[in-house]
């Protein structure tokens, strides 16, 4: 049995060297990622930063959505404590923390699923009230949560316009230009998908892709993508990160959820750090190291944790 360091989903195992810790940490829904704990680095690790939340001419980047302290309580617990939360166009945001701590709540706040209990939200630069999941996606926000909203029975391009059809005489449906267009979005987003297979006959990776290219249809300025690659091969993944690139061109702000540490140095612009239900740090992904992005995530020094060695 692994010593637990924090959330359920952290693991470690600690390896001594003469000159450092070598400290191996798993995710239940990632790869094993290796960073080095040296004493001198983990002093100011644990904390809360803003860095990553300074004004727009500092960054030069305009502030797509704004959340300024946003709590929401279940049954008298907090969910979320007083969270501020920003997301600019064109940039890749990621959500990171353990399980329980928030993130779920946040992005069904953004999404439209639930109401925040306090606290407002500003949508280029106007306060709004998102109240349904259809608000959001007519105020340009879209979600590909992990469970999937798709009808199996159903092909790909009626998955993808559904609600939507266009018609040509009456009721009739125009299935020629359903068709096109459908495969013009999947072109576009690098998904090599049937349009007319039935999704009961995709793959769950294969599903994802249409969530995604469903999502996308709507012309969103902000796109949640919850866990995307979890049940993505790394083939399939990197085409992920390719389509991300491609959102991030057309200016379209995505937000990401994950646990795989090397996801968020790889596509990540800024994180965000929740712990406790409450927003711990926002920093730029080039000034955090994978230690203090741990730490700050657990709340404790690993040294700390783990004064031993063997």
Request: no cysteine.
């Given at each position: 049995m692994l010593p637990k360091i924090g959330p359920q989903n952290f693991q470690s195992i600690k390896h001594h060297n003469a000159n450092s810790h070598h400290i191996q940490l798993s995710y239940q829904r990632g790869t094993p990622v290796k960073i080095t704990a040296s004493n001198q680095e983990t002093k100011a690790s644990v904390h809360t930063s803003d860095?990553?939340?300074l004004s727009n001419e500092a960054n030069g980047n305009a502030s797509l959505l704004c959340m300024k302290h946003i709590s929401k309580q279940f049954f008298g617990s907090y969910a979320l404590n007083n969270i501020d939360f920003e997301v600019r166009s064109g940039e890749v945001h990621a959500l990171f923390g353990g399980n329980g701590v928030g993130k779920s709540t946040l992005i069904q706040i953004i999404a439209g699923d639930i109401q925040p209990s306090s606290g407002k939200i500003i949508l280029n630069q106007e306060e709004i009230k998102i109240?349904?999941?259809y608000h959001a996606r007519e105020l340009g926000i879209s979600a590909v949560f992990q469970e999937s909203s798709l009808i199996p029975e159903l092909s790909v391009e009626a998955n993808l316009f559904l609600g939507s059809e266009e018609r040509s005489i009456g009721p009739f449906l125009n299935k020629r230009n359903l068709h096109k267009r459908a495969n013009n979005t999947?072109?576009?987003?690098?998904?090599?998908?049937?349009?007319e297979q039935l999704v009961m006959h995709l793959s769950r990776a294969e599903q994802q892709m249409v969530e995604i290219a469903k999502a996308f249809r709507t012309k969103?300025?902000?796109?949640?993508?919850?866990?995307?690659?979890?049940?993505?091969?790394e083939h399939e993944t990197n085409q992920l990160f390719s389509m991300i690139d491609f959102l991030k061109n057309e200016g379209i702000a995505v937000i990401y959820i994950t646990h795989k540490i090397p996801e968020i140095y790889k596509i990540c612009d800024r994180v965000t750090i929740l712990r406790d239900s409450k927003r711990i740090l926002t920093q730029p992904v080039?000034?955090?190291?994978?230690?203090?992005?741990?730490?700050?995530?657990v709340g404790s020094r690993i040294d700390e944790l783990f004064p031993y060695n063997y």
């Open positions: 860095k990553g939340l109240r349904s999941v999947l072109k576009k987003l690098g998904f090599e998908l049937d349009p969103p300025s902000i796109m949640i993508l919850d866990e995307p690659t979890a049940s993505l091969t080039s000034d955090i190291s994978e230690q203090s992005l741990v730490e700050t995530a």
